[in-house]
């Protein structure tokens, strides 16, 4: 099983900053199996890319994401006040799917 | 637009059995693998099974193997996830998601809580 580690656990920001967020994988994983997900308290996640840097429908563009093989990046590149919340990476492999233990971005 | 219900989620005791739907409108639902993700109460999130547009191909995390089933009726354009022997570490809740050819889950249900306690 490929393991998904993300950090920081917790990032303390404040609006107009920029968010870096780390997905590493504990083996090489397909660049067109990476995900990015946003989940805000008491709502479903929402997709935020797709094949490590595709972003999609209806994300804005100070969303951006990147990497390949085992280290893949996720950048926020001025946080808005809605952008807070978790952040998840997924991947895909063995059959199987995996998600990161997610970073935190709150409000500094 | 994509719609996704999840339903049939409660409180049952450890070692009892819940059946849980999603109902899917806006697309067409035979034309895409669907998904269980479950997240327990201040966790992250979990996949836990998913289902080929024929309901030919099912895949399952290691916890669930021989306890969960899942199943689909595209005549109906529902997705099942059928808990048999359920235990306290099964409590959360469960989202059905679409999911795309990349493996990325593009839309989400908004879930349907499961509570395993005696």
């Known amino acids: 099983e490929i393991v998904l580690t993300q950090s920081p656990g917790t990032l303390s920001l404040s609006p107009g900053e920029r968010a870096t967020l780390s997905c590493r994988a504990s083996q090489s994983v397909s660049s067109s199996y990476l995900a990015w997900y946003q989940q805000k308290p008491g709502q479903a996640p929402r997709l935020l890319f797709y094949g490590a840097s595709s972003r999609a429908t209806g994300i804005p563009d100070r969303f951006s994401a990147s990497g390949s093989g085992t280290d893949f990046t996720l950048t926020i590149s001025r946080l808005e006040p809605e952008d807070f919340g978790v952040y998840y990476c997924q991947q895909y492999g063995n059959s199987a799917l995996t998600f990161g233990g997610g970073t935190k971005v709150e409000i500094k | 637009e994509v719609q996704l219900v999840e339903s049939g989620g409660g409180l049952v005791q450890p070692g009892g059995s819940l059946r849980l739907s999603c109902g899917a409108s806006g697309f067409t639902f035979s034309s895409y693998w669907v998904t269980w993700v479950r997240q327990a109460p201040g966790k992250g999130l979990e996949w836990v099974a998913n289902?080929?547009?024929?309901?030919?191909?099912?895949y399952y995390v290691d916890s669930v193997k021989g306890r969960f089933t899942v199943s689909r009726d595209n005549a109906k354009n529902s997705l099942y996830l059928q808990m048999n022997s359920l235990r306290a570490e099964d409590t959360a809740v469960y989202y059905c998601?679409?999911?795309?050819?990349?493996?990325?889950?593009?839309?989400w249900g908004q879930g349907t809580l499961v509570t395993v306690s005696s």
């Open positions: 289902i080929k547009q024929d309901g030919s191909e099912k």
């Open positions: 998601a679409r999911q795309r050819g990349s493996y990325s889950l593009d839309s």
